[in-house]
């Protein structure tokens, strides 16, 4: 188990918090492990379509493209944020959601690469790519998401354990209310709810989430704090603000009773830019990074916390109800 603190950040949260939000890719699932997963069921849905070839053929294809498909990744966000820009600005102010457009440009392009790769050692797939249209290459390649994402099984070790014992822990009961409170959990990823929706039951994951946030239900691509505020918004959730972190910090009732009407906001990731748009709007960060990070490098304060693993979760929540409690008896 491993806990790293910001040496810069509050040791502790104002209150034990009831919202946390998770990131797929990184988090939950380990992206390392499905790669060859990824590349078997490639190999096993694509001969069954009218593409032909073999898995061999398929799964080198997509060993091929993914670098430097992946590295046009942010030019195809832009490409989308552009077209749902100007089909709102010629529709009386219409918004398309940005988040289904860029799913089809980047699965559009993916399966060019693909096709391109495969057709040289395909010669009928070469004959027949001319008479394929875009839309034809974008439904063949959700169609292999369809068939891919459930069969991929590659969840952190007690990464779905953790997430299964937070949504039954009870954190008591507030406000002399005879409610229990519990952990709120959310996804928070950039890819679509269809596809986390796949992924999270593929791992058994699924039911223990109160809401599943992608890109496309917030009409928001994962590129700033635009997208956590959307999700906090449609939640209902009032972030504590990180100026007002404790009593003897703000030393005035009134910011204090600020914090008593808001929430404290746990988000987890493995991307450093989500972290800093999510610490923008007041929420605890922590970064899932199976190596030591030095937290205390100025370009890092953002970050509040380091785990190891999802895993390591609950050590850090008990570490803090142990704080309050402590605190309850002085």
Request: aromatic letters at 10%; one cysteine or more; glycine letters at 6%.
């Amino acid at each position: 188990m491993t806990i790293q603190i910001n040496p810069s950040s509050s040791k502790y949260p104002t209150k034990m918090p009831t919202a946390i939000f998770l990131d797929s890719g990184g988090v939950i699932n380990d992206n390392k492990r499905r790669a060859p997963q990824w590349l078997r069921c490639l190999g096993e849905f694509f001969p069954t379509t009218r593409l032909g070839g073999t898995a061999e053929v398929w799964s080198n294809a997509n060993r091929q493209v993914v670098k430097p498909f992946f590295s046009r990744w942010h030019e195809y966000m832009q490409q989308a944020t552009d077209e749902a820009t100007n089909i709102s600005n010629n529709n009386d102010g219409e918004s398309p959601n940005v988040a289904v457009i860029f799913e089809r440009i980047h699965l559009t392009e993916w399966m060019k690469q693909m096709c391109s790769c495969a057709a040289e050692s395909l010669p009928e797939l070469k004959e027949l790519l001319p008479g394929l249209s875009d839309r034809d290459l974008f439904l063949l390649a959700k169609q292999a998401y369809q068939y891919t994402l459930p069969r991929v099984r590659a969840d952190f070790p007690g990464a779905v354990d953790t997430i299964r014992k937070l949504s039954e822990e009870t954190l008591g009961t507030g406000g002399g209310s005879e409610i229990t409170k519990r952990y709120r959990l959310f996804t928070s990823s950039g890819d679509c709810f269809n596809d986390l929706e796949s992924i999270l039951k593929g791992v058994d994951a699924f039911e223990y989430f109160e809401q599943i946030y992608g890109s496309d239900r917030v009409n928001y691509l994962k590129v700033s704090p635009v997208y956590y505020e959307r999700i906090f918004s449609r939640e209902g959730i009032r972030v504590v603000s990180r100026r007002d972190a404790s009593i003897e910090e703000v030393g005035t009732g009134q910011e204090v009773l600020v914090n008593e009407e808001s929430d404290e906001v746990i988000v987890i990731d493995d991307s450093e830019k989500a972290l800093m748009w999510a610490r923008s709007l007041g929420a605890r960060t922590v970064i899932i990074a199976d190596e030591d990070v030095d937290l205390s490098l100025p370009h890092l304060a953002h970050i509040d916390y380091r785990l190891s693993s999802l895993s390591d979760l609950p050590a850090l929540l008990e570490h803090w109800k142990d704080h309050f409690e402590k605190e309850k008896e002085k």
